[in-house]
Each structure stands twice: as C-alpha cells, then as structure tokens.
C-alpha cells in the first residue's frame, strides 16, 4: 500500500467532516448538538447511531458499532484502508503525497481526473437523450428492452460520433488536454492530432465504491463500428485494466454480506441483473477476467460463485478459466445453464427474476462443465482419448491450493469418467506436507509470531471503544510498554495510552500523525482487515494479554538457562542463577485484575 507523508494525511485529518461524509449514505437529522439515524449495520427501526457535531467519531447504541470515517467506508462499503484515505482525500479534495513522490512532478490529481470523467459521464448521457444521433440509439435501446428508468439511473450514454466533440465541450469547461488524456478520455493519434478516445459508442460508466466514475465501458451498436464490441477506458492512474470489475459499486456491499456473486460477461447483462435486484452481479468482460479480478471478490469473501456467461467457443473458454481461478481458491463455482442463444439480459426480460433465481438453484458444479467442455469431439471409448482427457483435468486440479478440494475434485473426476479412484489418487502422489499459498508480498513481517500477538491485542485496544478503559487499565498493570517487542506496535501502544490520558483524539489518522513512522500506517491498515468478536471480547482480550505474559515469561526463563549453560559465571553467579530459575519456573505468570 502507498505510505504518504505526514503533512498531507494532517491537512487531510483537518478537513475531515464526519457527518458530510455520512450523511452521502445515510439519512442523518439533527438532535440537539448531535445527529442520529437508523444504523447501517443492523436493523432496527428507532435511531441509535448517533455522531456529534465536530466530533471523529459515530457509535452506535443498538449494535455497538464504533468508528471514524475510514472506518466506516471500510465497514459499509468495503473499501481497503488505502481505498478509504484515498476517497476522503478526494471528497475534501486534498492531495495525498506519498514518500516516494515526494519532490516529484505527479500530472494531474486524481480529483481532477475524476471531475473529467464526471463531466464526461454527464456529456455522453445528456448527448444520448438530447440530440439527433442519440435518438436512434435510444430506439435501439428501447428495442433491447432498456427503459427510460434504467438509462437514467446507470447514467448510459452516447459517444458523439464526431471523434472531437467531447475535447470541445471539455475545453468550454476549461479541462486541459493534459487531464484529459491522463483520465483516457482523448488520445494521441499517429499524426499527433488529439482525438476523442471514444467514439459512436454506447457508454457505460464504470465507478469505484464510493460511485465516482473512473473510466467507461463503450459498446459499439453497430455492426460497421470499429473495433471489438465492447472497449473500455485505457489503464490510467483510476482505472486498472487487472482489477476493476463493472458493477462491483452496486453489488459491494451485498456480495461481502452474502459471500456469493454473479459472474456475467457484458454490462447490459450486469446491470439488469442489478436492476431486477440480483444486486450481487458483476460482468467479468469473458476473457479478460484475471487473478486480480478474482482477488477483489475473494477479498469481499465470496465462498459461492455463478458464473453466467456465454454459451459460445468464447464464453465456455472463459468458464474454464474463471471457474478455475476460484476453484483452486477454495471457491465453490456453479456453472448456469442459459438456454442456447440467449444471455442473462435476454433471458431476465422473456422469463423475470423469478425464473433466473431457479436457474442459479440448478446450477451445475464446474467439474461436470469441466468434463463435458472437454468431453465435446473427443471419443471416450478410445482408451488413449480418455487417458488425455482425464489427465487434461487431473493436472489442472492438482494444481489447486487446497489440499482436500483437490482430493475430492479428483475422486468426483473419476466418478464421472468411470475410473477407479485409486488410480487417480496413486498418481496424485506428488502432493507436499505442507502447503505453502502462492504470493508475491509474502516476508518476514507476515509470519512474525510476535507481531501477531501484539497486533491482536492492540486491536482490542483500538477497535472495542466500550470496553478500551477497562481493556487498557487491564494492560497497563500487566505490561510494560518494553514488554512489547515489535517496534512499532509498542510505538502505537504508547500513543493510544497517551492520547487517551490527555483526552486527544484517537481517530486513525490522528494516531499515524501521533507514531510519526511511515510504518504506522501499514500497522493500522493490518489491523482493521481482521474483525473482532464483540461478544467474546473479554474472554478473547484475557486469553491475548496471557498469551504474551507467557511468552515473556518463557523468554525470561530461557534467558536465565542460557546464562547458566554459557559457563561464563562463577559458581556463586551460577548458584544464584539457578535460584532464579526455579522460582520464576515456579511462578508462572498470572493476569492481576
């Protein structure tokens, strides 16, 4: 994650209100020198979240939900730590400056690439509404079953087909050709003449999950249009070709709730899906759909996954590769069996919601897809046919992560091919003792057994307000802050502790200012990715502070043995020694309360 530096994460903590960022997903009304509203993170129908004017923090009495406003976008829209600071800083419009830029000329802001592409957004839709070429697109909108309602609530559009009329309007509101070209919106032809990068196009804005738009996707509505069917916005600084998933803004929060999503391949499918409230779906543009892809999903927690793309040689190539980027993650992955000929858009607007909703209960398991995709041409009564076909899967099974899908998948495989088990699994005899995950981040960091212990009972230290007084007085009369061996976190330790005992704020930004160690905030980023049991706080909380009383205690005695077997003391020393030992071996450490 980028580290930024300390002057502008202060200018940004400065500008920070609370309750304007709310009130964007909530409805908030005012109570005195307070606000309340119905709390987003549990039903109820008598307001109990509540946030003061000025104040960091809102808290919630019904659920006990606690928080500031990074952590609230990291709640209710799921966004990253990094993802959060960074729409803050554009909502207050603050540039972030992150260490390794510092000094350096950076181009335009991302605030100013975003209010281009808004102003973009509102063009392509105005244009597609309002003028002469946009009326036969909207017939041909019409005819494709997408009502007035629709094109205005996803905001679709038009892409003049005059390749520079969008750069015309953009000057008139004075956004330089510079920001243009770095938000993808004009590009540089051969002849060095600007052009707009999309055109005689339907568009389709493609937004983050705070809904501001990043880029488009631009679907050509006639056969002589240049170019593939669908093109989208170039990689830019906002949109990454290797993560971003079309309609994730509107299907966020219930895919992290209900750990499923729908895979479809084009837009229209995705937002009628999201339209007919199967607002779990994305479109996953068929091939183009990668390891990043299927990590921003795994990271929403997805343990289900439907994937309904096309039929054709294409679609079920891509069933093949996306169904397998989740299989070896642990994923189930259920294939929909669309009628031939049509797609998810098609078969909503003939049969409705209803009738989709049955076709994801009978859903059949990627491994029978598997079989059969490979299965079509081959003759399976020759033997050295059927040797290839199953070895084709067998490898491609073999190689997922986990230990006992691969054991089942290869028991199912040979189920269905009609082949002992035995011979597959004898042959799966490469697999290891120990399964390491792939990963390019992974260090020493990640596996410091120490680091996890102190991060967990900081975590309970920062993320349980209700219960931090307690929790802290707890801490402070059992621990030393030297007591904690990794640096950092006795760094934040010792900021929490004091911000709290001069009643300053202890929101997470003001704590990073607080460390003064770029590395704070890869701390706090660590910490809020793990959620904690509000239920078996206390009982969890006493089992981490034992746990490190323990451990130092282990430590203590080792280091009292190690003295001794070192043979570098006296006989007195040693004697002494010796007495140390066994009365701290005979006092093992317990939590004073």
Known sequence: MPLYTKESLEALRQRIDLVDVLSAHMDLKRAGAAYKGLCPFHDEKTPSFMIHKGDTHYHCFGCGAHGDAIQFLMAHLKMSFADAVE????????????????????????????????????????????????????????????????????????APKNPGYLRKVMHAKFIKDETLAAAGLISESKEGRWRDFFSDRITFPIRDAAGAVIGFSARKYKEETFGGKYINTSETPLFKKSKVLFGLNYSRRRIAKENRAIIVEGQIDAL???????????????????????????????????????????????????????????VDVRIVHLPKGTDPDAFLRQNGPEEFIQLLESSGEYLDFLVKH????????????????????????????HPVMVQESLRKLAHLTQISESTLLLEHNHTPNLYIKKSSNIGLQTINPDRILEMDLLRWLLMLPEGREKFLTLTQENLKPQDLRVVIC????????????????????????????????????????????????????????????????????????????????????????????????????????
């Open 87 to 158: 729409s803050l800083a554009e909502r207050f419009h603050v540039h972030l400056e992150t260490l390794e830029e510092t000094g350096t000329h950076q181009g335009p802001s991302k605030t100013l690439l975003k209010e281009a592409l808004e102003q973009a957004c509102r063009f392509y839709h105005f244009n597609l509404l309002h003028s002469p070429e946009g009326h036969e697109v909207l017939l041909y909108l019409y005819a494709r079953g997408l009502d007035l309602d629709f094109i205005k609530r996803f905001q679709v559009g038009l």
């Open 272 to 330: 009628r899906l999201i339209e007919e409230g199967l607002n779990f779906t994305v479109a996953g543009q068929g091939t183009a759909f990668g390891e990043g892809h299927a990590k921003e999903l795994l990271n929403l927690g997805v343990t289900l996954v439907y994937l309904a793309l096309d039929g054709d040689s294409a679609g079920r190539e891509a069933t093949v590769k996306i169904g397998d980027l989740f299989q070896k993650e642990g």
């Open 374 to 401: 490979y299965a079509q041409g081959v003759d399976l009564r020759s033997p050295a046919a059927k040797h290839q076909l199953v070895e084709t899967i067998a490898k491609q099974i073999r190689q997922w992560d």
């Open 490 to 593: 006795q760094k934040l330790y010792l900021c929490l502790s004091d911000a709290l005992q001069k009643n300053e704020p202890t929101d997470l930004i003001s704590l990073i200012l607080k460390i003064e160690d770029p590395e704070g905030q890869v701390l706090v980023s660590e910490l809020l990715e793990k959620k904690i049991n509000k239920e078996k706080a206390d009982a969890f909380f006493m089992e981490t502070l034992q746990k490190i009383l323990n451990r130092n205690w282990m430590s203590a005695c080792e280091d009292i043995k190690m003295k001794i077997q070192s043979g570098q003391c006296s006989d007195d020393e040693a004697l002494e020694l010796v007495k140390d030992y066994n009365e701290l071996r005979k006092n093992p450490p317990k939590i004073k309360t």
